[in-house]
Every structure is written in C-alpha cells, then in structure tokens.
C-alpha cells in the first residue's frame, strides 16, 4: 500500500464503490459494509457515510469520533457481505471475540487514528467524524473528513484508478443489491461532444 | 420506461452511478452530472446529493425545491462529461437557449413534478427538496425524497439492476476522474463465507 496525497482522497471514492466501515472504542472494534457514501468536498477530503442507528458500528463511531473506509476488491465480494449480513452484537460472533477474529480477516493498524484497516483491500481511508447531530438524526448521516490515504498501487497510481490491465479480482464492487455486485468494468474516456445547432 | 416503485428506487442509485441533476425553474431549465449522490433511505426513498454552490443547477434547485437525477448509460459518456464540463451560464450554451438546445438532448417531461429527464438514460427520478440550508451550506449537500421513479426494462426489471447479458453501450457509468468513466461491469454473487474458528 502506497500513501495517497489527501488533494487525491476524493478519487478513491468518486465511483462509488462499495466499502467496509470499521472503528474501534475502548478496545473494542468492528466492521460492517456501507454501499451508501460518497465524497462531498474535495480539499480539505470530506465523505458523507451512512451508518444505520440499529448497528454497533454507529455506537462505536460515535463514541470514538472515528472511523476508517477500507474498499474491498471482488476476491473480497464475500466477506464483504458477510460482514454487512451480521451484527458485531451476534451471539457467535462475540463468541469469536469480534468480525474480524469470527471470519478470519487480517489487520493492520492505521497510521493516524490507529484503526483496524482490513488487510487485502484496495485502498484505506482514516477519518474524523464532524460532528453533525441533526443530519446523523435524520438521514443517517456522517460526515467525516479524511486524515490518511492509502491505496494498492496496482489499481491506484498517481491519484488515478488504472483498471485498464486490473485483474477481475482487483477491481473495485458496487453493491446491486441481495450480495450481487458489479465490478468496476471496463473504463471509457470521454470524448468531445460537438455542440448543436439548435 | 416503466415505472420503478418507489420501495425499489434506492436500488437504482445503490452502486454508485453517475447522475445527470435535472433543474426548471421560471420557464428555465439545466442539466448537469454529478459524481457524488447516495441513496440515504429505502422507505420513503431519500437521497443525497452534492451540488456545488457555484453551479446554476443550485440556484434553479434552490428556487424551485426540486430536482431530478437521470442515469445515463455509457452510450451517454461524452454528453455526461460535456454537461459536466460546462455552466448553463455560458455564454455560448445561453445563445443556444440552453445546455439541453446546446448538446441537442432530447427530453420527456417528469410524470410527477414536470421536470425535464433526459431521453436515452437508463433510469429517471423526480425528487422533492427537503430543506436542510446547514448541510446545504456547509456540506452542499442536498437531501431529496424521491416521488417517481422509472427505469429501462432492458436493463432494471423486478426491482433489480439486470446486468448479466447488458450490452456495454446500456451499462451505468461511474466516473473515475478527469473524463475517465469505469461502466458497471461484471456481476458477482457473493457466496456463504465460513466464520472462521479464531
């Protein structure tokens, strides 16, 4: 994983894919999977989540002001909606001790805020919470502003996604719905569109 | 277009589309794309979206407490990042009447609210402003209650993206930066993950 300079947050997200929310609070932690988010300010980095109220997730953010955004890759298509399909408060699970011991997933700790960035994915976002009581309230959600980058430099070179030459299993997914995904397929640039006469 | 029910509009926007943001106000009408929307509730149907401050579209959103959000297929890259590229302030996009005479697209009038959606897209929401000026202000982020929605049959049936045998021209766009856009690709469906036994 490589550093991605915070003027090129924004871009890990501007497609939309799907990520794995995690946090962590007095020793305890968690991850869950969150379709909904997107960038809404590109400097400083600022990310709109939307966290559910019946999620521990939301306890742990909103007591530790805190949480990271780790983008999965297809060859993590599963775990990411088995991490989305169970609660951190499961009985089996807290058995195991949390999600990432229940099902296997591998850590490391991120380089500012120290959160549990799940190992394998493409790209990993540490942020602050900005505290925003009524908009949590009402819609769910979050606003946040990212205080690291980093990305797989396979599929994340020069503040750009290169998905040309990505194999399938590195692409980025976006939830369809009922654990289908699409991948981020092929890429199109834009070409010039000649205004009409009209 | 068929309709798409309102319990399945979330659907449409859950895996991170670009959008087309339709606006009338006062007999005067925009169109622009947006990267960054989300759904931020299935019942009713809400969604953000951001809008820049400095655009048209916000001050036609703004006086009108509308919007609509199209979503163009890739068929529809150039026209996308060309109505994202320039303003409906231009002057020569105003010569031309506006962005919808200027780039020659077609429009059918929104069943519910009247606004003008963009023909080709795969996919049409009307929206009601719900007035939110903080978030607005300080995030320029709207939220919006989706009140109609329709969509392509060929590629979005039973409440459902059906991407599998899609030809690529009918494909959603996600933008990836700079004119680049990365087509809603293949699909995967997530499989049982055993818990581990850590």
Redesign the interface.
């Known amino acids: 994983m490589q550093t991605v300079d915070l003027a090129h947050a924004s ?1 890990l997200l ?5 990520v794995l929310v995690t946090s962590v609070h007095a020793g305890r932690r968690n991850v869950m999977a969150a ?7 590109f400097t400083p980095p ?1 990310v ?1 989540v ?1 966290i559910d109220k019946s999620t521990w997730t939301r306890e742990l953010v909103t007591a530790s002001g805190t949480l990271a955004l780790c983008i999965p890759c ?1 060859a993590q ?6 991490v989305g399909s169970v609660s951190g408060r499961d009985d ?1 699970v807290r058995a ?2 949390d999600k990432f ?4 997933l591998a850590c490391v700790e991120g380089p500012v805020l120290g959160l549990p960035l799940v190992a394998g994915c493409l790209a990993w976002l540490e942020a602050r919470v900005l505290a ?1 009581p ?2 949590e309230q ?4 979050f ?1 946040v502003e990212v205080v690291s980058a980093q990305a797989d430099e396979r599929v994340f070179r020069s ?3 290169q ?1 040309d030459d990505a194999p ?1 299993a590195l ?1 980025p ?21 000649g ?2 006469t ?1």
Chains 1, 2 share one sequence.
């Open positions: 871009r501007n497609h939309g894919p799907t379709a909904w988010s997107m960038p809404v300010e600022r709109a939307v297809r298509a599963d775990l990411t909606y088995a089996a195991a001790g011991a229940c099902f296997g925003e009524h908009a009402a819609y769910d959600t606003f503040g750009r996604w998905l399938e692409r997914i976006h939830h369809l719905g009922g654990g289908v995904f699409a991948t981020s397929g092929a890429t199109v640039r834009a070409g010039e569109l205004r009409g009209a």
